[in-house]
């Protein structure tokens, strides 16, 4: 009915309908967008700075900056200096440091998500979440101050004990009888330090578990555990493991802590306990002070192969997680 | 007239009775493995904690057998393995928390806010200089860290959850490949990019365009969540009142959002206030005030404890543990003010 506009009051003008959007929305698009795609710049610039700088160290030294287990740069009679760069032995580090980091912190991190979710009362429940997501957000210089002064006269005491009665087991000898500073207590730090992670992803999966599934299980009389063994996990195996990759990827860059705990030494060791160790992110810091010219290359190289392997381990990890998220709705 | 209030029955909950078996477990192993630990050679707190899960896991579980039969072997072994984990866990927390209180409270002086370190050394005694310059310096870092990274986290996850546009799966996918950007490789980046290529050299600004990269994915990444959050409804009720979309997310959704953006941005912060590998390749490291973000080195609270530590003195290591005092609190109090902000939200 026409009559409802009050007399005296301008109808307002009906707006023309077009599925053309205005002028200001054309504009807030085009920008949110631009916005939207820098993430995929500035990645992609990390990479090509880190490759461009590098570049001559990968030209100069080959697959050998891999695979070459020194790092020497010697300035002979002549003044001619030379370099002899290799990563290999930093690469041996960082598998052993996070292979340590991954075996202790996955299967606590594991318990504690179907702890907070399966288990914990719900009046304790947000706390203890909170302290989970407290833990994330230590400086990694703290958990370096830490590790150093209060975990190490702890670990290097379990380190003995299990040299006494388990160093028939290669990895678990040691040529010498020097147990401070060793990967295995680096290890347990990172391991500390990535179970804020595995344990959200974990807990966000395993309460995406159907709920139909759940009661079906407590339905035909499954206990808590039963229930838990034949739907939660199977449901969840694989975002723990995504969870556990994005550990990997955490644990390949930490660097201060690392630096603090590890006595850094270039040779290869395979011994967990013995102290001597390092890995990628500490050698660049420990060589930063005194790097000049080809030797700060290397080092931007260390670094490129360094962001790669996190790249390629995080986005594994992620594509696993959607994966898993996404089967559960 | 009297009322009476009927009390809710609570039938399934714990009563005394239940509750004696499991103290006389609980405190039974507790004296057995004091026991234990008296007359054997093992010692030390590792072996108390040790028997003492082992010895009050086995009664328990022995106790559930025996009341519910054979079924609550696994169940009753396996709350305890999970509730032990978790334990392992939490101590951490507790045993960080209660160091850096009880080594950084020594540290702390009267001059320590009131001074730089520009008269004094770090191998000098406690009492003398101060963080003054190093807090300047983090502030300067924050903020600038907070001008680049809160316009360009929120507009992206404003493209991921209203523009929607064709490819926002693929960058929600390198949003997450971003946030797992090693921060030593972001200090690379900008050293390589930035003190090598232009003219700003190492200062606080180059030492906030690395954080700032370390910053973007939490504050897109918590930004999306709490967009979607925003009810469906409101973006459709202002549509339907003709506004366009600029209008509607920018007078709708935005404001709806407000108190989740504040709490995203508070995250960012302190996912960086602590970062220390960036900052050893863009700061420099300065021990006085320097107010001038653009030039010269800098300071910054991680830096300032990193220095401290590398010096590795004992006094130097007080001062590095009262500086990390000093930033666990700037830390807890960020966390705080994100969380009670967050749970008002929920509230509403």
């Known amino acids: 009915m026409s009559s409802a506009v009050l007399p005296g009051s301008a109808t307002p003008k009906a707006r023309e309908i077009t599925t053309n959007p205005r002028t200001s929305d054309k504009v807030f698009r085009g920008v949110v967008t631009s916005f939207g795609f820098s993430a995929l710049v500035l990645l992609t610039l990390i990479g090509i700075f880190l490759a461009v700088r590098g570049f001559q160290t990968f030209s100069t030294e080959g697959f050998h900056f891999v695979t070459g287990f020194k790092w020497d740069v010697s300035t002979d009679e002549a003044g001619k200096i030379t370099y002899d760069m290799g990563i290999g032995a930093m690469l041996v580090g960082t598998v052993l440091v996070s292979t340590v980091a991954l075996i202790v912190g996955v299967p606590l991190s594991v318990s504690v998500a179907l702890f907070l979710t399966f288990y914990a009362p719900a009046k304790i429940r947000t706390l203890l979440i909170s302290i989970v997501d407290l833990m994330a957000s230590f400086p990694s210089v703290l958990f370096g101050l830490w590790g150093f002064f209060v975990l190490m006269p702890m670990a290097t005491y379990w380190a003995k004990l299990i040299y006494k009665y388990l160093n028939w087991i290669p990895i678990?000898?040691?040529?010498?009888?020097?147990?401070?500073?060793?990967?295995?207590?680096?290890?347990?730090?990172?391991?500390?330090?990535?179970?804020?992670?595995?344990?959200?992803?974990?807990?966000?999966?395993?309460?995406?578990?159907?709920?139909?599934?759940?009661?079906?299980?407590?339905?035909?009389?499954?206990?808590?555990?039963?229930?838990?063994?034949?739907?939660?996990?199977?449901?969840?195996?694989?975002?723990?493991?995504?969870?556990?990759?994005?550990?990997?990827?955490?644990?390949?860059?930490?660097?201060?802590?690392?630096?603090?705990?590890?006595?850094?030494?270039?040779?290869?060791?395979?011994?967990?306990?013995?102290?001597?160790?390092?890995?990628?992110?500490?050698?660049?810091?420990?060589?930063?002070?005194?790097?000049?010219?080809?030797?700060?290359?290397?080092?931007?190289?260390?670094?490129?192969?360094?962001?790669?392997?996190?790249?390629?381990?995080?986005?594994?990890?992620?594509?696993?997680?959607?994966?898993?998220?996404?089967?559960?709705? | 007239m009297t009322t009476t209030e009927v009390k809710p029955l609570r039938p399934w909950a714990t009563t005394p009775r239940q509750m004696a078996p499991m103290a006389l477990i609980f405190s039974g192993s507790f004296f057995i493995t004091l026991f234990v630990l008296a007359f054997t050679p093992l010692k030390g707190k590792l072996a108390f904690v040790v028997f003492f899960f082992l010895f009050s896991s086995l009664a328990n579980t022995i106790y559930s057998v025996r009341k519910r039969g054979r079924k609550a072997l696994g169940e009753t072994l396996a709350a305890s393995v999970i509730i032990g984990g978790s334990l392992v866990v939490f101590l951490p927390v507790f045993s960080i928390l209660y160091i850096t209180l009880r080594k950084g409270i020594a540290g702390i002086?009267?001059?320590?806010?009131?001074?730089?370190?520009?008269?004094?050394?770090?191998?000098?005694?406690?009492?003398?200089?101060?963080?003054?310059?190093?807090?300047?310096?983090?502030?300067?870092?924050?903020?600038?860290?907070?001008?680049?990274?809160?316009?360009?986290?929120?507009?992206?996850?404003?493209?991921?959850?209203?523009?929607?546009?064709?490819?926002?799966?693929?960058?929600?996918?390198?949003?997450?490949?971003?946030?797992?950007?090693?921060?030593?490789?972001?200090?690379?980046?900008?050293?390589?990019?930035?003190?090598?290529?232009?003219?700003?050299?190492?200062?606080?600004?180059?030492?906030?365009?690395?954080l700032a990269i370390l910053m973007i994915p939490t504050v897109t990444r918590t930004s999306q969540e709490v967009l979607l959050l925003v009810p469906a409804d409101l973006r459709e009720a202002g549509l339907a009142m003709g506004a366009t979309q600029w209008r509607t997310v920018a007078t709708i959704v935005v404001p709806a959002a407000r108190n989740g953006l504040i709490t995203a941005t508070i995250l960012g912060v302190a996912r960086i206030a602590g970062e220390t590998a960036p900052l050893i390749f863009t700061l420099g490291g300065a021990d006085k005030i320097n107010l001038n973000p653009f030039n010269n080195y800098n300071s910054a609270l991680p830096f300032y404890v990193w220095k401290g530590l590398t010096l590795g003195t004992p006094e130097s290591l007080a001062r590095a543990w009262s500086g990390i005092l000093v930033l666990i609190v700037l830390v807890l109090s960020l966390f705080i003010a994100a969380r009670t902000l967050g749970t008002q939200k929920m509230k509403k």
Do not use: C
């Open chain 2, 109 to 210: 002086h009267m001059t320590l806010f009131t001074q730089s370190m520009s008269n004094a050394s770090f191998l000098d005694p406690v009492g003398k200089g101060g963080l003054l310059h190093a807090l300047i310096g983090t502030l300067y870092l924050i903020m600038i860290a907070m001008i680049i990274s809160v316009p360009m986290g929120i507009m992206t996850a404003l493209y991921l959850t209203e523009i929607k546009g064709p490819g926002s799966n693929f960058i929600q996918f390198i949003v997450q490949a971003m946030s797992g950007v090693p921060s030593v490789v972001a200090g690379l980046f900008i050293f390589s990019s930035i003190i090598l290529a232009t003219p700003i050299k190492a200062s606080a600004v180059a030492g906030a365009f690395a």
């Open chain 1, 172 to 329: 678990f000898d040691s040529p010498q009888p020097y147990f401070e500073r060793s990967p295995f207590i680096a290890g347990l730090v990172l391991a500390i330090m990535i179970i804020p992670i595995v344990t959200s992803v974990s807990r966000e999966v395993f309460a995406q578990t159907p709920l139909d599934r759940v009661q079906a299980a407590y339905a035909l009389g499954a206990t808590k555990w039963g229930m838990i063994r034949a739907v939660v996990l199977p449901f969840g195996s694989s975002g723990v493991v995504g969870g556990a990759m994005l550990g990997l990827g955490r644990a390949f860059g930490e660097t201060v802590a690392v630096y603090t705990i590890l006595n850094l030494v270039f040779r290869p060791n395979w011994h967990v306990l013995f102290g001597a160790g390092g890995n990628i992110a500490s050698l660049i810091i420990l060589k930063w002070g005194e790097a000049t010219g080809l030797e700060t290359k290397a080092l931007l190289a260390a670094g490129f192969v360094l962001f790669l392997m996190t790249l390629v381990v995080n986005m594994a990890a992620n594509f696993i997680v959607g994966r898993t998220l996404k089967s559960g709705k």
